[in-house]
């Protein structure tokens, strides 16, 4: 068990900054980064420009996805001599989608204090505008290679939350391709720019999305959850599991009720498996 204090020793601050505009930041957030010994961020070029807007002085340093392993016990070492320091990232909060697990995941090894200064995070905001129901599921970024996106995916298809996932715009276009062949073509939202000058909101099916897809900037995806009457389709899987009790292999039995409905049998074959490995 892992249990720290805050009294008197040094903190781990890990700060929300704006996620566009630079007024999105909290007073609490715009003095801790004024009072901390060092912050630690992803592109210095970037954090620089909100410091330098809020007329922060403290030193800046990087911390990324390339160096977090050799620099986290660096910066450990840093605090237990004693010096409080903040974890920002490029744009929203620090570990949503951004680097900063392996240094919390040291701290709490060596017993050093953290706490969170909240802010804005995109998925958080895209959510409140999104229209779309609870419960959701958040996945950050899909795999870039097509197989193994598809593969993630359908390891989604029967949730019933909504999936929020955050894509770069050069990607839209596939991910829509890979939502529509494993989801089906669901009802999508897409915030885009969000408290930027070029801010906008879509509220379509995904394959009406497609047609917009050479959209560019910061986007969030949401993507309704799994909908079909789950009545109907536990009647399919009944079918099967009938047939197997009459002596059929299972290939066998998916076939036969494949047969019988009128169903492709891969996609069966694909939707029961998925189904049993849920109830297992
Ligand atoms: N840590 C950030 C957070 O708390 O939201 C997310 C960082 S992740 C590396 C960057 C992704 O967040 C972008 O590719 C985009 O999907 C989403 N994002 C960031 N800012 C956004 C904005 N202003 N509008 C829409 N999506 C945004």
Known sequence: ????????????????????????????????????????????????VLLKYYDITTPLESYHNYNEE????????????????????????????????????LAIKNDIAITTIPG??????????AN??????????????????????AELKYIKGSLIFYEAPHRL???????????????????????????EHYYMKASELLTKANLKGEMVLIVKGYEEDLLEEQDRFKLIEEQIKLGLKTNAAIKEVANMLKLD????????????????
């Open 173 to 199: 276009l596939d991910t829509l391709n890979s939502i529509i062949k494993v989801l089906g073509d669901r009802d999508v939202y897409l915030a885009r720019e969000l408290t930027k000058k070029f801010e």
């Open 265 to 280: 049998k891969k996609e069966l074959y694909k939707e029961y498996v998925a189904y049993k490995t849920q109830q297992e």
């Open 70 to 105: 050799e620099k986290a016990q660096a910066i450990i070492d840093f605090i237990k001599a004693g010096n409080d320091v903040a974890l920002i990232s490029d744009a929203g909060n620090p570990i949503i989608s951004d680097p900063g697990f392996k240094l919390v995941d």
């Open 132 to 153: 779309m129901p609870f419960p959701f599921l958040f996945y950050g970024f899909l795999k870039p290679k097509q197989q193994e996106r598809e593969n993630e995916l």
């Open 1 to 48: 068990m892992n249990k720290f204090s805050f009294t008197g020793s040094p903190i781990l601050y890990l700060v929300g900054t704006p996620i566009g505009n630079l007024e999105d930041i909290s007073l609490r957030a715009l003095r801790i980064l004024k009072e901390v010994k060092k912050i630690y961020c992803e592109d210095t070029r970037t954090s620089s």
């Open 120 to 129: 804005p995070s995109a998925f958080t905001s895209a959510f409140e505008t």
